[in-house]
């Protein structure tokens, strides 16, 4: 089964605006990892949130982390069209990755 | 993408027959990682490897295996294919676990495998 799920599994907005999506998991974690995927493409590492970390910033992006509740978001501020992308949150639980099924992102001009 | 390369980058090919997929990277890490993505699943882990001749099982292995005689190459074998390992299969590498903590991965490009 999925260790993370991320919510919602599609999302469509305009330029400019924020972009937050949420993923759960279900056993306790080491940390807890974002990725990007452009259409046809591999993944792409965004950010890494450890389990005793809260909060996280890069650039535009913004990671929370809320172990008791077993949940992550990842806000996008000041969206671009480039940002439309699928993105994945991933759990280590140790030894390996468990990927959720992703969040469809599209960014619209 | 960069260090990393898959080959092929398609293949088309008939149930029964072995497949061979390699993955290549330049970048010394320790781990590599085969996955398959599907609709509706995500990614999910075929195998892994720790080190040159040092591999494990994920949670997708049936049907599949893997051989590590180098550190930049990690190789994934279909024994015999068949439709429902049509898929896009990703490698991935990491510079390691300490304690069993997996840290950032890199994704190769992937390969588009379709079983006829």
């Known amino acids: 089964s999925q260790q993370g799920e991320e919510d919602p599994q599609a999302l469509s907005i305009q330029e400019g605006e924020n972009a937050t999506m949420n993923c759960s998991y279900k056993?306790?974690?080491?940390?807890l990892q974002w990725y990007r995927q452009n259409s046809g493409r591999g993944l792409v590492h965004l950010i890494l949130?450890?389990?005793?970390?809260r909060e996280k910033h890069s650039g535009r992006l913004r990671v929370t982390l809320d172990t008791s509740k077993k949940s992550s978001s990842l806000l996008i501020t000041a969206s671009r069209a480039a940002d439309t992308a699928s993105y994945f949150c991933?759990?280590?639980?140790?030894?390996?990755?468990?990927f959720g099924e992703g969040t469809q992102l599209t960014v619209n001009p | 993408d960069a260090g990393i390369t898959q080959s092929p980058r398609h293949k088309v090919t008939e149930t029964g027959t072995p497949v061979t997929l390699r993955c290549h990277q330049t970048?010394?890490?320790?781990?590599m990682y085969w996955y398959r993505q599907d609709p509706g699943h995500g990614l999910r882990l075929i195998h892994y490897?720790?080190?040159?001749?040092?591999?494990d099982k994920g949670e997708v292995s049936d049907g599949y295996s893997v051989s590590r005689s180098k550190t930049e190459d990690f190789l994934l074998t279909l024994e015999s294919a068949t439709s429902s390992q049509t898929s896009v299969y990703f490698c991935?590498?990491?510079?390691?676990?300490?304690?069993?903590?997996?840290?950032?991965?890199?994704f190769g490009p992937g390969t588009r495998l379709l079983v006829l």
């Open positions: 056993t306790s974690i080491n940390n």
């Open positions: 991933a759990t280590d639980s140790g030894s390996r990755l468990t």
């Open positions: 991935a590498i990491g510079q390691g676990a300490a304690a069993g903590v997996v840290e950032t991965q890199y």
């Open positions: 949130i450890r389990s005793n970390e």
């Open positions: 970048e010394n890490h320790r781990y």
């Open positions: 490897s720790y080190g040159v001749k040092d591999t």
